[in-house]
Antibody
Framework: QVQLQESGPGLVKPSQTLSLTCTVS??????????WSWIRQHPGKGLEWIGY???????YYNPSLKSRVTISVDTSKNQFSLKLSSVTAADTAVYYC???????????WGQGTLVTVSS | EIVMTQSPATLSVSPGERATLSCRAS??????LAWYQQKPGQAPRLLIY???TRATGIPARFSGSGSGTEFTLTISSLQSEDFAVYYC?????????FGQGTKLEIK
């Protein structure tokens, strides 16, 4: 059973870069066939897909965030990461990492981590 | 972008009764539709994919139907643990989008 765990700072200052890592256990990122994903949820709101990365490094980003998002993968550590630049209070959210099937739905999720943007 | 619209925003139902939740897509997504359940403080849990296929371990009281632009999630006999927020998600292309959610509350 694959498990995902987010880690990173819970507080980021405005204009800085938000950085999170997702550690995968119970399965190898390198095995292929899955898209490793970031999704966020603003407080009390719905879900917003941020982007995916394939083990090969191919990425797909939400066009509304594309200019500020970078997702990368480290297969040696079985981790993938999110960087979101120039953050504002509007980026305050719970950030989830998830594994998408080849058909882009999400059977596996991390527990989520709250990131607050505040000075 | 495909916009997913869920209705109603809040649904009040008594335990043991049937609940019917709706999801509409702004354009056809074929059967590429998933449903998730989210409880407070938890990550979403996949219930249904392919519009009607239950995910592993999901009880038979959960069923999904529909194709194209109109979809329904039915919970046949509500249990106490079913009161939560439910989201639909289309994945007809790589840019999957979620609905805004339906909160299922105890009547």
């Amino acid at each position: 059973q694959v498990q995902l765990q987010e880690s990173g700072p819970g507080l980021v200052k405005p204009s800085q870069t938000l950085s999170l890592t997702c550690t995968v256990s119970g399965g190898s990122i390198s095995s292929g066939g899955y898209y490793w994903s970031w999704i966020r949820q603003h407080p009390g709101k719905g879900l917003e897909w941020i982007g995916y990365i394939y083990y090969s490094g191919s990425t797909y980003y939400n066009p509304s965030l594309k200019s500020r998002v970078t997702i990368s993968v480290d297969t040696s550590k079985n981790q993938f990461s999110l960087k979101l630049s120039s953050v504002t209070a509007a980026d305050t959210a719970v950030y989830y990492c998830a594994r998408a099937s080849g058909s882009y739905f999400f059977p596996y999720w991390g527990q989520g981590t709250l990131v607050t943007v505040s000075s | 972008e495909i916009v997913m619209t869920q209705s109603p925003a809040t649904l009040s139902v008594s335990p043991g009764e049937r609940a019917t939740l709706s999801c509409r897509a702004s354009q056809s997504v074929s059967s590429n539709l998933a449903w998730y359940q989210q409880k407070p403080g938890q990550a979403p849990r996949l219930l249904i994919y392919g519009a009607s296929t239950r995910a592993t371990g999901i009880p038979a009281r959960f069923s999904g139907s529909g194709s194209g632009t109109e979809f329904t999630l039915t919970i046949s006999s509500l249990q106490s643990e079913d009161f939560a927020v439910y989201y639909c998600q289309q994945y007809n292309n790589w840019r999957g989008t979620f609905g805004q959610g339906t909160k299922l509350e105890i009547k």
